[in-house]
């Protein structure tokens, strides 16, 4: 009999011990990724970079962060290529405005945005990354108004995206 006990209170200190420990990990990316409007995109981000398992709050905005700015510089690289062979004097002008927009999220919002969370002053944060999701509209903006089709739309849409679940993160800060 007190030997079935302490096999009972070996198990429950097992299970116990070693179980919140995993749990607790996934449900700081669920609940966190809950409060942003893309819960997929959060989560497949979060769970694509292995540090996010044991990320507090903070360190998983910067994940985000460093994986938006990770998709602007390809987006910047691709549009760099597409000005190369684009020949339209609108669709060149508009690939333009993106180069400076990129530029700006690239070199200063989203830079900023990681320092302030860094230096815990999510306010600021807040506002870097929102101005970096504004600054992806500007480029898709850009082709609109020269009544052209986006070429980088779902590139656009990506960034815009990760941008936003970043901003959502850094104002759970608050
Ligand atoms: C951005 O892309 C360029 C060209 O591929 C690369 O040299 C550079 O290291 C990248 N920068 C960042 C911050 O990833």
Do not use: W
């Not at 070996?10 to 070693?18: I, R, S």
């Amino acid at each position: 009999m007190a030997k079935i006990i302490s096999l009972l209170v070996l198990q429950a200190v097992f299970c116990c011990n070693f179980f919140p420990l995993s749990y607790s990990a996934d449900s700081l990316i669920e609940t966190t990724c809950k409060q942003t409007p893309f819960f997929d995109l959060c989560v497949s981000t979060l769970e694509s970079n292995p540090k996010s398992s044991t990320s507090d709050v903070p360190g998983l905005a910067r994940i985000v962060a460093d994986s938006a700015n990770a998709k602007a510089n390809a987006t910047l690289n691709h549009i760099l290529t597409l000005l190369k062979t684009a020949t339209d004097p609108e669709l060149k002008k508009a690939l333009n405005v993106c180069v400076v927009s990129y530029n700006t999220i690239i070199d200063g919002d989203i830079p900023v945005a990681i320092e302030a969370i860094e230096q815990n002053n999510p306010k600021f944060a807040v506002e870097y990354a929102d101005d970096a999701g504004n600054e992806v509209q500007t480029c898709e903006d850009s082709f609109g108004r020269n009544t052209l089709d986006s070429p980088i739309s779902d590139r656009n849409k990506a960034v815009h995206d990760l941008c936003v679940v970043f901003e959502s993160i850094a104002s759970l800060l608050l």
